[in-house]
Nanobody, 117 residues
């Protein structure tokens, strides 16, 4: 059974930081491309950051320079360090694992991030 479990969300003031984590089980973590998505109320889910099985990273323009994605294959975990948070970063953040060659695509349940004073 595949499980992706996010943690680390919460309420933070503008300019603050949070670190999200995603713990994976039931998959060969190291071969999956991993990503963080987010969905704000009334908006479509959007891609925030990706890290491939080869450790290549990419970011949405809105978070470049503020967010850092990383993974630790030995622990089957992925993280998102979020600095200088803005109210527009408020959303539910989702962990995604994708193995495109086998059309495998898994999602976590999401963790709420609220940026507000």
């Amino acid at each position: 059974q595949v499980q992706l479990v996010e943690s680390g969300g919460g309420l933070v003031q503008p300019g603050g930081s949070l670190r999200l984590s995603c713990a994976a089980s039931g998959i060969i973590f190291s071969i999956y491309d991993m990503a963080w998505y987010r969905q704000a109320p009334g908006k479509q889910r959007e891609l925030v950051a990706t890290i491939t099985s080869d450790m290549n990273t990419a970011y949405a323009d809105s978070v470049k320079g503020r967010f850092t994605i990383s993974r630790t294959n030995a622990k089957n975990t992925m993280s998102l360090q979020m600095n200088n948070l803005k109210p527009e970063d408020t959303a539910v953040y989702y962990c995604n694992a994708k193995y495109s060659s086998r059309k495998l695509d898994f999602w976590g349940q999401g963790t709420q991030v609220t940026v507000s004073s």
